[in-house]
Each structure stands twice: as C-alpha cells, then as structure tokens.
Nanobody, 116 residues
Framework: QVQLVESGGGLVQPGGSLRLSCAAS????????MGWYRQAPGKERELVAAFTSGGRINYADSVKGRFTISRDNAKNTVYLQMNSLKVEDTAVYYC??????????WGQGTQVTVSS
C-alpha cells in the first residue's frame, strides 16, 4: 500500500558528502513519523535521524553536527544530508515512514560506503 523509494547512496571518500532522498507514495492519509536508520555489516539496525510525531528531531550521537534531516511535506519526501563522512558511517541506510494508524514502512535500503 505504501512504497518508499530511496536514492542518493554511493561511494565517497572520508570527509565527503552525500544526500539521501526517500519519497513515499501510495495510500498515505497521514504521516506520523519519518526518519533514517542504518545497518552496518554484523551490527544491528540503528537510528540515524528522525522526525517524531511531536515535531522534534532525534539524532544519533555519532552523527550530530554532521548529518541533517529535512523533509518536504508536500512531496512526502525525507532527506538526509550527510557531511564530513567517516569510514564508520559505512552502512546500508534505510528510510522509515510511519503512516496512517501507525503502520511502519521501510525503503529498500541504499548503500553508503565511505572509503579512501
């Protein structure tokens, strides 16, 4: 019913930047939350940044000051601007959108690789 399409991943050198996009479409009547998660090989999926239903923004401590989450409500799109990338940022990044009555939808994941 709800589809999330991610884009913007790729290979970048340490200190570089990437911008991820996630566009939601389908049977969306309301959006309760939007955010980004990531999962590195052998590790659990973790929160990177997210808008809460209360309008606040949560960032992982590891990305504060480097990453910025933003959204375009008219386009049902959420973005993640990633600056000063580090090798440890390497992971598959997943968009998450909580819609309607609390249904959680996930994007297909986009690979971000930071390597010199």
């Amino acid at each position: 019913q709800v589809q999330l399409v991610e884009s913007g991943g790729g290979l970048v050198q340490p200190g570089g930047s990437l911008r991820l996009s996630c566009a939601a479409s389908g049977s969306i009547f309301s959006i309760k939350g939007m955010g980004w998660y990531r999962q590195a090989p052998g590790k659990e999926r973790e929160l990177v940044a997210a808008f809460t239903s209360g309008g606040r923004i949560n960032y992982a401590d590891s990305v504060k000051g480097r990453f910025t989450i933003s959204r375009d409500n008219a386009k049902n799109t959420v973005y993640l601007q990633m600056n000063s990338l580090k090798v440890e940022d390497t992971a598959v990044y997943y968009c998450n959108v909580v819609v309607n009555w609390g249904t959680s939808s996930w994007g297909q994941g986009t690979q971000v690789t930071v390597s010199s």
